[in-house]
């Protein structure tokens, strides 16, 4: 059997997470727990694996994600299983099934992780991806809207993103939005002949679903479709009236979005997405909004909701291509050594360097000099211990500054004292 034939390749959409990437997320995760400590968020970590129905019943039936982008299967125990496209669905269940509606009032959660959705791989849309998000619950309160936004906007900067655009739309009630959807049927009707295969289906199964086409013919029939505005009540007109001012008074921008639906069926009132000119096609780097009926269509109270979610490797090519990682450089040391005597010796000043609390590396195959300075310096560790047959008479190192150029011997009694002093 030839090796090729042995290979095995990553799944189409997957990722394999290193380097720069893994050191990206972690700052990103980093500055992500700082925020919603701030703003009083909890850790909350919901399994991947789910029963299936939870997901259909909250992101409903007809929504793309459940119709054809969710990995799901049936497991030994013959339950459907699925595993998860996004994080609110689990959030909720989670809320009722560990009793916080009876136990607490607002509750306010955060979570990261993997999320999956069998989407057709492109740049920035994988079928594994991780998102970060919160959602608050157990709230009708304008006032929520404001603070999940600003919580979004405040990550997103702590994260090192600028040039971000914030977009909100008022979607109503589901009841706004049944005399809404009629007024798009009515609408659509008549030019029918026009809109994709896609549209003419979901004319029949989610009208509302029309509006976020991406073909160009269906974009110039959406262009002159009617606005949700004029079916709303006063009372989700004021709450989306709160919301802004708050943003405003907080001197965050935005901008309204009329025609901007969303592609989770839960969605009531305010919505919510962020975009970056950097992204491409998949320009949306986080979104979210206020879902009032989901806790109570789960037999729970009937308690509003909101919250979001941002896409980690959508933010991280946001950084990435706004040059926001510096190539920051821990103080770190890497020990070289030439000769199996002083391979041992170098072993046991590399434990006792990391028992210091210092980051220490080396490479124990190593065979020139050459070879382990290149390896430092690809390790950006800042200096070096050279330890040699000749050293190791004398009871030395040399110690080499990478980034000043400078060595100087050192003895070894000394070497931890120094390397101490370095930190
Ligand atoms: P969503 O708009 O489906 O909302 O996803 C949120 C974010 O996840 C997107 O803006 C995007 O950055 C990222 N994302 C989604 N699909 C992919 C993909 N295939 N590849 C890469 N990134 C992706 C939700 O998931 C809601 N649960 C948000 C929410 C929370 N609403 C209320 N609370």
Do not use: W
């Not at 989407?119 to 404001?146: K, N, W």
């Not at 310096?377 to 980034?403: P, Q």
């Amino acid at each position: 059997m030839s090796s090729n034939q042995n290979k095995i390749s990553r799944l189409r959409g997957t990722q394999d997470i290193y380097g720069d990437t893994a050191l990206l997320f972690q700052k990103i995760e980093q500055a992500a727990i700082r925020v919603f400590e701030r703003y009083s968020f909890g850790e909350l970590e919901t399994p991947i694996l789910e029963e299936k129905q939870l997901f259909v019943r909250a992101l409903g039936t007809e929504t793309d994600v459940v119709q054809k982008e969710m990995y799901e299967f049936e497991d030994r125990s013959k339950t459907q299983v699925a595993m998860r496209p996004e994080g609110t669905a689990g959030v909720v269940r989670a809320y009722l099934e560990n009793n916080f509606d009876k136990n607490e009032g607002l509750c306010k959660f955060y979570y990261r992780g993997p999320m999956f959705r069998s989407e057709r791989p492109q740049a920035g849309r994988l079928r594994q991806f991780h998102q970060i998000g919160v959602e608050e619950l157990g709230t009708s309160s304008p006032y929520a809207d404001a603070e999940v936004i600003l919580s979004l906007c405040a990550f997103l900067e702590e994260a090192g993103a600028t040039g971000f655009e914030l977009k909100l739309n008022n979607l109503g009630t589901f009841e706004e939005r049944t005399i809404y959807k009629e007024k798009l049927r009515e609408f659509f009707k008549p030019q029918l002949k026009r809109l994709c295969e896609d549209c003419q289906k979901r004319f029949e199964k989610n009208v509302f679903r029309i509006l976020d086409c991406k073909n160009p013919d269906c974009r110039k029939a959406i262009s002159d479709a009617p606005t949700i505005e004029s079916y709303l009540t006063e009372e989700s007109k004021s709450h989306f009236d709160t919301v802004k001012s708050c943003l405003e008074a907080a001197g965050v921008k935005y901008k309204i979005d009329a025609r901007m639906v969303r592609g989770l069926d839960y969605y009531t009132k305010t919505v919510f997405e962020v975009t970056h000119s950097k992204l491409g096609a998949q320009d949306a780097l986080g979104a979210g909004g206020r879902y009032d009926q989901l806790i109570e269509s789960f037999g729970g109270p009937s308690v509003g909701a909101v919250g979001f979610a941002v896409g980690v490797e959508r933010l991280c090519l946001c950084l990435k291509s706004e040059e926001a990682i510096s190539a920051e450089t821990t103080t770190s040391f890497y020990v070289a050594t030439l000769g199996p005597e002083a391979l041992k010796a170098g072993f046991k000043i590399l434990q006792s360097l990391r028992v210091e609390g210092l980051s220490a590396q080396m490479d124990f195959e190593a065979k020139s000099l050459k070879s382990q300075l290149r390896s430092a310096d690809k390790a950006k560790s800042r200096y070096v211990i050279i330890l040699g047959e000749e050293e190791m008479k004398k009871n030395i190192c040399l110690f080499k500054d990478m980034a000043a150029k400078t060595q100087e011997e050192v003895g070894l009694k000394e070497l931890l004292s120094i390397c101490r002093d370095k930190k």
